[in-house]
Structures are given as C-alpha cells and as structure tokens.
C-alpha cells in the first residue's frame, strides 16, 4: 500500500488504499449518492470534496461544503471568483472533516490523514482514557508524549501511533508501553 487515506469516524478507524483508483469521492451517503468515501456525521456533506491522482499526484478538491474542511491546520477556502484550487498532498497532511472554521476534535468531526508510508494492515486500539504519559515503543526505541493533543500522530520506522483521547491507534508493530 503506497498511498492511502486513514480516516477516524466516531471511534473506527478506516484505511482506504488510494492507489486502487483515480477518484475518491467522500461524503455523506443518501438515496442519490454514494461516495467512495462514506463519512456519516451530519456535519459532512453529501459531496464534501475528493481525492484526485493526477499524473501520479494526488490532490484533494474541496466541495465547500457548509462545515467546511481543515487542512494541515488551516480551514480551506475557494480560490478567485469561487474557483476550486486543488491541493497537492505529501504525506502527514491531516484533515478535519465537518467542524467548521477550526480544527476541533469531537464526535461530529471525522480526523484523517494522507500517508505514504507502508506499515502492515495490523491495527490494534488500546483504551487511553485519563492517561497523561502516553509511551509509544518502535521496536526498541521510546517515544514518549505528556498530555497530548487529540490528533498527535507519533511515527516511528515499523508503525505510527494516533492518540484521540479515550482510544489511541496503533497500525504495523507500534505499540503502547505501560508504566
């Protein structure tokens, strides 16, 4: 899996393997429309954007829809005279789907991020509640996080870590150290 999108949704976490496509769209589903993408918070809307491969890049177009869409921090707005500007992505850009002008967490805001790192299809959620030291082993190595902000991604060479609060998820051999 070379490029792919991890999408957290009301606690599951979704990894959508861009390569196999040109086209994602992404969006709340309804009788008329079925993204590729589904995003079930009625903050999402039915063509809230897409992700795009052009000429072996790829770009997420927003549809601007009424909650908005968080890039990397910052909330996308249209170009000139309402016009879509596509965005090139590289890997670790993170999104926020549906929760307005900032870049909040919460149950009604879907969390992504675009990734072009190969780490195995095994993921793992471990119960983080009311934890304040977070220890991430990779392989030998320690990572350690006080109180992280929810959406903190910790990388490591055989997996990455994503803490949102309660839950924290662990794809490839990422794993959490209790002391």
């Known amino acids: 899996m070379k490029n792919h999108l991890i ?17 994602w769209e992404i969006g709340r589903p309804s009788k008329e429309n079925h993204p590729d993408i589904r995003m079930y918070s009625a903050t999402v809307s039915r063509k809230h954007g897409k992700f795009v491969n052009r000429d072996g890049c790829w770009f997420y177009v927003d549809g601007y829809g009424k909650n908005g869409t968080v890039y990397n921090g910052k909330h996308i707005e249209t170009g ?10 590289s890997s670790g850009d993170i999104f926020f789907f549906g929760g307005g002008r ?5 149950p009604r805001t879907i969390w992504a991020r675009f990734s072009t790192d190969n780490y195995s299809d095994t993921i793992q959620v471990e119960d983080t509640m009311d934890e304040d030291l977070l220890v991430f082993m ?21 997996g990455m870590g994503i803490y949102m609060g309660d839950m924290t998820y662990l794809i490839g051999d990422m794993r959490l150290q209790r002391e």
Request: charged share 35%; aromatic share 4%.
């Open 7 to 23: 999408v957290i949704e009301n606690g599951k976490l979704q990894n959508y393997p861009l390569d196999n496509k040109l086209l």
């Open 80 to 89: 000139r005279s309402g016009r879509v500007k596509p965005i090139l992505l």
């Open 102 to 106: 900032e870049a909040i967490f919460s």
């Open 138 to 158: 990779d392989g030998e190595k320690q990572i350690r996080l006080e109180r992280p902000e929810k959406g903190t991604v910790v990388e490591g060479e055989s």
